[in-house]
């Protein structure tokens, strides 16, 4: 089992929809779980992080955590053309601040 | 803020050349990561450095690959020699630590390597 795991897609929205894209997670310990976008040809850039149980809404975007199930997804509301791009689910493993990514899911919003 | 800046953006060599590329991380950030992504996958950690020792090689392929920070500051990741299999973009991280951990990385632009 991968230490992270995230649908590769592509996933496809309409232009004004909401997009939500899930992750999952096998270590029980993980405290920190970060959500990147990448676009294509470009290095990854972070757009959410969540450490507690529920919801954290910045913006257009809410990420989500249940650690009993051991799951984050994000959400994008009234999704835009620009957020067309791979999105990839990071969680914080073992000592210290090693991120292990999944590898990604693409995203496309169609106008 | 000046981010994380890396160089070559790009390189393409001959396997078995060598190969470097370096990273100048944000000001104050004392952790330094490098990662290599390949096409379609996330990025895979090679090495992560606390200021100048290295905490986490355990995945850097140590018969042909080796890096370094010195000072603390900058760091350099080498190749030698480069197999056809190598070719990714390396990319290079730098985070803070605040009182729940780490907030996250910032990565540099990337390195992407070709090797022919």
């Not at chain 1, 897609?9 to 999952?24: F, R, W, Y």
């Not at chain 2, 042909?64 to 350099?76: H, I, N, P, Q």
Request: net charge neutral.
């Amino acid at each position: 089992q991968k230490e992270v795991e995230q649908n590769s897609g592509p996933l496809s929205v309409p232009e004004g929809a909401i997009a939500s894209l899930n992750c999952t997670y096998s270590d029980r310990g993980s405290q920190s779980f970060f959500w990147y976008r990448q676009y294509s040809g470009k290095s990854p850039e972070l757009i959410m992080f969540i450490y507690s149980n529920g919801d954290k809404e910045d913006g257009r975007f809410t990420a989500q955590l249940n650690k009993a199930s051991q799951y984050v997804s994000l959400l994008i509301r009234d999704s835009q053309p620009s957020d067309s791009a791979t999105y990839l689910c990071a969680v914080n493993v073992g000592y210290g601040n090693k991120l292990v990514f999944g590898a990604g899911t693409i995203l496309r919003v169609k106008s | 803020e000046a981010g994380v800046v890396q160089s070559p953006r790009y390189k393409i060599i001959e396997k078995k050349q060598p190969v470097a590329f370096w990273c100048n991380p944000i000001s104050g950030h004392n952790t330094l990561y490098w990662y290599r992504q390949n096409l379609g996958q996330g990025p895979e950690l090679l090495i992560r450095y606390e200021n100048e020792e290295a905490v986490d090689d355990s995945q850097l392929p140590k018969d042909r690959f080796s890096a370094e920070r010195l000072k603390g500051v900058d760091s350099t990741l080498k190749i030698q020699p480069a197999e056809l299999g190598d070719s990714a973009v390396y990319l290079c991280a730098s985070s803070s630590e605040g009182r729940r951990g780490n907030y996250g990385y910032t990565f540099g632009s990337g390195t992407r390597l070709t090797v022919v």
